[in-house]
């Protein structure tokens, strides 16, 4: 019996309906996150944030990630082992970082231009160990070049601790104590993946074309450093800071107001409710700032926020802008004693393995992403010689 001939692919033309920015556009189908910002819900592999952020370890939701699946002790044990030890850069990368610091670039600047160096020393057909490298290696850039930038050495990795543990000990060369750690592991699962964002496509475009993870992320990186997807997770704390006492919110929060200013942490182009992420992060703050002046900190911020909360239902009714990530981010990241030039790399570093577990699911399809665009200059131009 003859074999059927494959129906011919579509030759119609394609939609000539122009979306700026692709905005409603569905260009994937995934598995690993889902925004539902009506209901201000955010999925991350099957379970909420709420459930899987203040309770997995990083190690524990990168892999859920990247396998679709929660590891067994055992797998985790040998991803979180081999993790560890890809943590150490390439010397070549050490010597970038020196030369950068000399030039007082910004954190993100140096981040972008060592992470294209990250895979020297491993074997580039092998994208898996790739991968692994650049999830481990990203801290470890952020840690050294802060502390070079800043006129001190780098402190070398411990493969004896968790990934979020290390990193805060390359940062300060103290080991934080567990309440700390775990602020962190939940800070970086709370952003691990958020659906098709800016930085996350540019990365499954890039390896659609069947180019390298090293690139992927390069690029990811390239897209966060942008303001308008990055975000400014920092004006959200000055904020608070220049408000300084309860008594003092309200008159501030209104003269902004009144100036046509935007309030910094609230408002969100998905979410049309709370941010869910938001109220992850507060909880965890909550759990951080137990006393002295760490809780008035705490206990002024959310003075700050349900303030502001009031005055923009009062100043833009309809709008329904709620408390998003940026602003329980400053005050949990201040807490662990980053400063605000850290924050946008230090959210590079978690939601590396989301960029990674995209690319992965993107080269399983084995798709080009090729959108169109619509021609709207001039048509039948005459190319005069010159005289």
């Not at 160096?117 to 802060?146: F, G, I, M």
């Not at 390239?222 to 408000?243: R, S």
């Not at 046509?260 to 408002?267: D, V």
Request: a negative charge; aromatic letters at 6%.
């Amino acid at each position: 019996m003859a074999t059927p001939t494959p129906a011919p692919a579509s030759t119609s033309a394609p939609s000539s309906e122009f979306r700026p920015g692709l905005e409603g556009v569905v260009a994937a189908e995934t598995k690993l996150s889902h925004v539902d910002g009506q209901k201000g819900e955010l999925i991350i592999a099957g379970y909420d944030v709420e459930e899987i952020a203040p309770n997995a370890t990083f190690e524990e939701a990168t892999y859920l990630l990247w396998h679709g699946e929660r590891a067994t002790v055992q797998q985790l044990a040998a991803f979180s082992k081999e993790l560890a030890g890809l943590r150490a850069l390439p010397d070549a990368t050490v010597e970038l970082l020196k030369a950068v610091a000399k030039e007082k670039k910004p954190v993100m600047d140096a981040l972008r231009i060592a992470a294209g160096t990250l895979d020297l020393n491993v074997d580039a057909a092998d994208q898996e160990l790739v991968s692994k490298s650049l999830l481990a290696r990203l801290p470890t850039v952020v840690a050294a070049y802060w502390r070079l930038r800043n006129g001190e050495s780098p402190v070398a990795p411990r493969a004896d601790l968790s990934h979020s543990a290390n990193y805060l000990y390359m940062l300060t060369g103290h080991e934080a104590d567990a309440a700390a750690v775990r602020g962190m592991e939940t800070y970086l699962n709370t952003i691990i993946d958020h659906g098709l964002n800016a930085s996350t496509f540019a990365a499954r475009v890039i390896i659609a074309t069947e180019s390298d993870m090293t690139s992927a992320v390069v690029g990811a990186i390239g897209a966060l450093k942008g303001p308008l997807h990055g975000g400014a997770p920092g004006p959200a704390l000055e904020m608070v800071f220049e408000i300084g006492t309860a008594e003092a919110a309200e008159p501030y929060l209104r003269a902004k107001l009144e100036r046509g200013e935007r309030l910094m942490g609230f408002g969100h182009r998905v979410y049309k409710v709370r941010d869910p992420r938001a109220e992850v992060l507060g909880q965890a703050a909550d759990a951080m700032f137990v006393e002295g002046e760490r809780r008035k900190l705490y206990e002024l911020a959310k003075f700050v926020e349900q303030k502001a909360l009031a005055l923009l239902k009062e100043y833009k009714p309809g709008r329904n802008l709620q408390t998003n990530v940026e602003f329980y981010t400053a005050l949990l990241l201040h807490g662990l004693g980053l400063e605000t030039e850290l924050f946008t790399p230090t959210f590079a570093c978690g939601r590396a393995a989301g960029w990674i577990a995209h690319c992965r699911e993107q080269l399983a399809t084995g798709r080009l992403i090729r959108p169109q665009s619509r021609y709207v200059g001039p048509h039948h131009g005459r190319w005069e010689q010159a005289a």
